[in-house]
């Protein structure tokens, strides 16, 4: 991978990657709310009184969770509008937030006793060079977590990812064998919840596989469309809307009073049955010495 490639994927993400919204207006983005939160929940119980450096931290929401127990926050991101929101909204002792520039973490070897970058590591051209630094920065011994979606519930074998700020999306072993060369220790898991909520993510990410699977179509109307009478063009341009109608159809807006009717407490995460979770969490521990494997 070139340099001017990741530094044109680093520019759309931190200039184009839409800030995260912590007032939810739909299920959908009720379930990822929670998806996000329990993450930092459980990042949090493992922090508790450590120093911590939080990747990719976007708005700052899930730093200052941490914040709740771990000694020093520190929340960084590629983004200075995220870092400029981060600063403004979230003000106590013991988090500071920092723009990075996605290429290298600016803090000496084995500063952190625990690492988080949560949804990030999807969205990354240079992962190598990424997972280097965060191997070099956190303890030996410490703990790195990372989470990311479940390709398995959102793309077909060998499809490019349909969110179109993610790079590459990674099923468990993929997922593992990837951090495997980098940290002590990999243990991935799976995050899962109450049968209705699951539903609801599930089938969000159906969905987009849908309408990801009529972009060919699409494509294939644009040709045909050239060759063939405009009567039979304007029967397929009908045909063409309604399966992109009924693949787009399901996003809910949120009833206020549903605000409430899941909490974390709702979601959980196993070891077991991973192709079907909505997300993974990997726990990394850090090597003695520092650092992982070039690759």
């Not at 450096?53 to 590629?78: E, F, K, P």
């Not at 699951?198 to 040709?223: C, N, T, V, W």
């Not at 109608?245 to 709702?266: H, S, V």
């Amino acid at each position: 991978m070139s340099d001017s490639a990741h530094a044109k994927n680093i520019t759309l993400q931190s200039e184009h990657h839409p800030l995260v919204s912590v007032e939810p207006k739909t299920r959908e983005e009720l379930v990822l709310w929670l998806v996000q939160n329990k993450a930092y929940a459980e990042a949090a119980a493992i922090a508790t009184g450590l120093t911590v450096l939080d990747v990719g931290c976007n708005v700052g929401y899930g730093s200052d969770i941490l914040a709740n127990s771990a000694a020093q926050v520190t929340g960084v991101d590629v983004s200075a509008r995220a870092i400029a929101v981060a600063t403004e909204r979230y003000r106590r002792g013991g988090l500071a937030f920092r723009e990075v520039d996605g290429i290298t973490l600016p803090f000496d070897d084995a500063s952190f006793d625990v690492v988080t970058s949560f949804q990030v590591i999807e969205h990354l051209q240079d992962v190598s060079r990424y997972l280097q630094e965060i191997a070099r920065v956190v303890k030996p011994g410490g703990k790195v977590l990372f989470t990311t979606p479940n390709r398995d519930i959102r793309l077909d074998p060998g499809m490019k990812p349909w969110n179109k700020f993610h790079v590459t999306e990674f099923d468990a072993s993929s997922l593992s064998a990837l951090l495997t060369p980098h940290f002590a220790g990999v243990e991935v898991r799976g995050l899962f919840a109450e049968t209705a909520l699951y539903d609801i993510e599930f089938e969000r990410s159906q969905r987009m596989l849908r309408l990801a699977r009529q972009k060919p179509l699409a494509a294939l109307h644009g040709l045909i469309s050239r060759v063939l009478p405009v009567r039979l063009v304007a029967k397929l341009e009908g045909m063409l809307r309604g399966l992109l109608k009924a693949a787009g159809r399901g996003a809910t807006p949120l009833d206020q009073a549903e605000l409430w009717r899941w909490t974390l407490d709702d979601l959980y995460y196993r070891s077991d049955g991973l192709d079907k979770s909505m997300d993974f969490m990997a726990v990394c521990t850090g090597r003695q010495g520092g650092g992982g494997q070039a690759t």
